[in-house]
């Protein structure tokens, strides 16, 4: 069974600082990855995802993930953060084909102070 | 998104009642899930459905039996709720299918407390 680890529970960022949230997986074989955004009160929206070729992912608002195969990595990124990316961010993993049950890190609460 | 629909949206209900939580959808997805949320667990997969009243446990499921009689709709029931059954309740749905994975779509959530 795949699972995920975040690593970084809670971030506390100035406006304009850069990004980097840690996602290790643990599965064997070929997966599909997804970074989702929870705004506060919200629903679960998706950011981005990968599931093959360029392991290089842009998703919306600026963010973007690189998959590192080698180290079952899949790292969000963002050059600058707004005011506006305060949220919880879920990592998440799914086995390529089958019922996509999708499993969810823990999260990561982004605070970001203007 | 507006074709994930769950009710209700609040609920708060007594100790050892049952409890039925709705989901909804005009997606006309195949493939339906439901997870709870909790602090400093993430999201987690209680029972998931691959078709109508074709449907199979998740991580969680102990406690918890769902069902699926029509594509639109997915039931959760708790036989009969506890105090740790208080959480936020997920439903997800899919369009299935191995390529591309797109990602579930979230339904607002039903926050359920248990007294």
């Known amino acids: 069974a795949q699972s995920v680890s975040q690593h970084n529970h809670h971030v506390i960022l100035s406006e304009a600082a850069s990004l980097e949230l840690g996602c290790n997986y643990s599965?064997?074989?070929?997966?599909?990855l997804f970074w989702y955004v929870q705004y506060p009160g919200q629903h679960l929206q998706l950011l981005l995802k990968?599931?093959?070729?360029?392991?290089l992912v842009k998703g919306i608002k600026g963010f973007e993930a690189e998959f590192i195969k080698s180290k079952f990595s899949f790292n969000l990124r963002k050059p600058s953060v707004q005011w506006s990316d305060t949220a919880e961010y879920f990592c998440a993993v799914t086995a390529s084909g089958g019922y996509q049950k999708v499993t969810f890190g823990t999260g990561t609460k982004l605070q970001v102070i203007p | 998104d507006a074709g994930i629909t769950q009710s209700p949206r609040h609920k708060v209900t007594e100790t050892g009642t049952p409890v039925t939580l709705r989901c909804h959808q005009t997606e006309n997805h195949r493939y339906m899930y439901w997870y709870r949320q909790d602090p400093g667990h993430g999201l987690r997969l209680i029972h998931y459905s691959y078709g109508v009243k074709d449907t199979d446990k998740g991580e969680v499921s102990d406690g918890y039996s769902v069902s699926r009689s029509k594509t639109e709709d997915f039931l959760l029931t708790l036989e009969s709720a506890t105090s740790s059954q208080t959480s936020v309740y997920f439903c997800a749905t899919n369009t299935g299918g191995s390529f591309p994975p797109y990602g579930y779509t979230f339904g607002s959530g039903t926050r359920l407390t248990v007294v």
């Open positions: 990968y599931f093959s070729g360029d392991p």
């Open positions: 599965y064997g074989g070929t997966v599909n």
